[in-house]
């Protein structure tokens, strides 16, 4: 298997879970509160930083962000991977950057949210791993 092929099915992994989370962010109440009285006061209490907005409304823009940031990153290593690979392949920038994006990911998946998207950047932070190992065996 290619190098790129690897590298390309962690950046659609990530890409995924972006847009599934995207979706959840703004349909469905898959990431609303168990607790109807505490989506209420969301919508209705404002930060200490600025009346001009509530809890609700930055909750929103918070997942929207980091859902972004997934779509972004996995479209992006996607193009590299498939279309780019020699630019990807040799910048040393490109690859770490990646690596540290998915790792840092990973971090605050495991500190802050649950078992199933921490599964699915582990698996792509793996195979974003040996897309590395497997170019650098290939080049030597």
Same mark, same amino acid.
């Given at each position: 298997?290619?190098?790129?092929?690897?590298?390309?099915? &962690?950046? *659609?992994? #990530? %890409?995924?879970?972006? $847009?599934?989370?995207? !979706?959840? =962010?703004?349909?469905?109440?898959? @990431?609303?509160?168990?607790?109807?009285?505490?989506?209420?006061?969301?919508?209705?209490?404002?930060?200490?930083?600025?009346?001009?907005?509530?809890?609700?409304?930055?909750?929103?823009?918070?997942?929207?962000?980091? &859902?972004? *940031?997934? #779509? %972004?990153?996995?479209? $992006?290593?996607?193009? !590299?991977? =498939?279309?780019?690979?020699?630019? @990807?392949?040799?910048?040393?920038?490109?690859?770490?950057?990646?690596?540290?994006?998915?790792?840092?990911?990973?971090?605050?998946?495991?500190?802050?949210?649950?078992?199933?998207?921490?599964?699915?950047?582990?698996?792509?932070?793996?195979?974003?791993?040996?897309?590395?190992?497997?170019?650098?065996?290939?080049?030597?």
């Amino acid at each position: 298997m290619k190098s790129s092929a690897f590298t390309a099915a &962690s950046a *659609g992994i #990530i %890409l995924i879970l972006g $847009l599934v989370h995207l !979706l959840y =962010t703004f349909h469905g109440p898959n @990431l609303h509160p168990r607790d109807p009285n505490l989506t209420v006061t969301m919508m209705t209490v404002s930060l200490v930083i600025t009346r001009e907005t509530t809890i609700w409304r930055v909750w929103l823009g918070l997942n929207a962000s980091l &859902s972004l *940031g997934l #779509i %972004l990153f996995g479209a $992006l290593y996607g193009y !590299l991977a =498939t279309l780019q690979s020699a630019v @990807l392949f040799r910048s040393t920038f490109l690859l770490a950057l990646g690596l540290t994006f998915l790792l840092s990911y990973a971090v605050v998946t495991r500190l802050y949210f649950f078992s199933a998207p921490l599964r699915g950047i582990a698996v792509a932070a793996v195979l974003y791993i040996s897309g590395i190992v497997v170019n650098r065996a290939y080049a030597s």
